[in-house]
């Protein structure tokens, strides 16, 4: 399926954003619609595929397998998020969807070649880079010596600041793109502990659970952050 800049929700977050229309155009010219189902599988570990994609609705989770086979989510992928190897195969990582997910995927060659004749392209996406480096960092250090609601709490407020439309405020409610096992997994914790730290943030007065996975945000200076 062709591209559709002017109807995409994301047209004023993604990285394509710094283009005038007709440049956005002309790149669309080059990318195609991808839709994922809950859990399938956008780039394998060791594919020879050069590609990458901006998510423009659903959730991504990055991971790796250890040798045992244990998966371990390295980072999450929101939407405006892009996600791609455009200079070398994954050789590492899996990009999975967790939910069901419609993508613009592009060609490594071909995004290269955009990058060499819209170098505002390429310095957005260095900024994108830099911001996923930090969320990283971010994850790592919540996965070290924060307390079990630390670890929450700090996940929380990420994945509100991700669902947001604003660069200065978190979105007051969100859906949670994992399950609480994958939450748990990614944290360190047990589904339990998770389960015990958003029922005590619930009644502190911080958040409100919203059936299966929303939350909403209702004071976050209550939440306990490291």
């Given at each position: 399926?062709?591209?559709?800049?002017?109807?995409c929700p994301v047209r004023d977050r993604a990285a394509c954003a710094v283009l005038s229309e007709d440049?956005?155009?002309?790149?669309?010219?080059?990318?195609?619609?991808?839709?994922?189902?809950?859990?399938?599988?956008?780039?394998?570990?060791?594919?020879?595929?050069?590609?990458?994609?901006?998510?423009?609705?659903?959730?991504?989770?990055?991971?790796?397998?250890?040798?045992?086979g244990r998966e371990r989510i390295l980072s999450l992928v929101h939407p405006s998020g892009f996600v791609?190897?455009?200079?070398?195969?994954?050789?590492?990582?899996?990009?999975?969807?967790?939910?069901?997910?419609?993508?613009?995927?592009?060609?490594?060659?071909?995004?290269?070649?955009?990058?060499?004749?819209?170098?505002?392209?390429?310095?957005?996406?260095?900024?994108?880079?830099?911001?996923?480096?930090?969320?990283?960092?971010?994850?790592?250090?919540?996965?070290?010596?924060?307390?079990?609601?630390?670890?929450?709490?700090?996940?929380?407020?990420?994945?509100?600041?991700?669902?947001?439309?604003?660069p200065c405020h978190p979105a007051t409610y969100f859906e949670l793109p994992l399950s609480r096992g994958?939450?748990?997994?990614?944290?360190?914790?047990?589904?339990?502990?998770?389960?015990?730290?958003?029922?005590?943030?619930?009644?502190?007065?911080?958040?409100?659970?919203?059936?299966?996975?929303?939350?909403?945000?209702?004071?976050?200076?209550?939440?306990?952050?490291?």
């Open positions: 399926m062709s591209l559709a800049c002017a109807t440049e956005r155009d002309e790149l669309a010219k080059a990318g195609r619609i991808r839709t994922l189902e809950a859990g399938e599988t956008l780039f394998a570990a060791g594919t020879d595929e050069l590609a990458c994609a901006t998510l423009k609705s659903g959730a991504l989770k990055i991971t790796s397998t250890s040798a045992d791609g190897e455009m200079f070398g195969p994954y050789v590492h990582h899996d990009v999975v969807a967790l939910a069901e997910s419609e993508l613009c995927v592009f060609a490594g060659p071909a995004f290269s070649q955009a990058i060499e004749r819209y170098p505002r392209l390429g310095h957005a996406l260095l900024r994108r880079t830099q911001e996923d480096l930090f969320a990283s960092r971010e994850l790592l250090s919540l996965t070290g010596n924060a307390s079990a609601g630390e670890r929450v709490a700090g996940t929380l407020l990420s994945m509100a600041r991700a669902a947001s439309d604003s994958e939450l748990a997994d990614m944290l360190g914790l047990t589904i339990e502990t998770v389960s015990r730290m958003l029922t005590r943030f619930e009644r502190a007065g911080a958040i409100r659970k919203v059936k299966k996975r929303g939350i909403e945000l209702v004071d976050p200076a209550l939440l306990p952050l490291p």
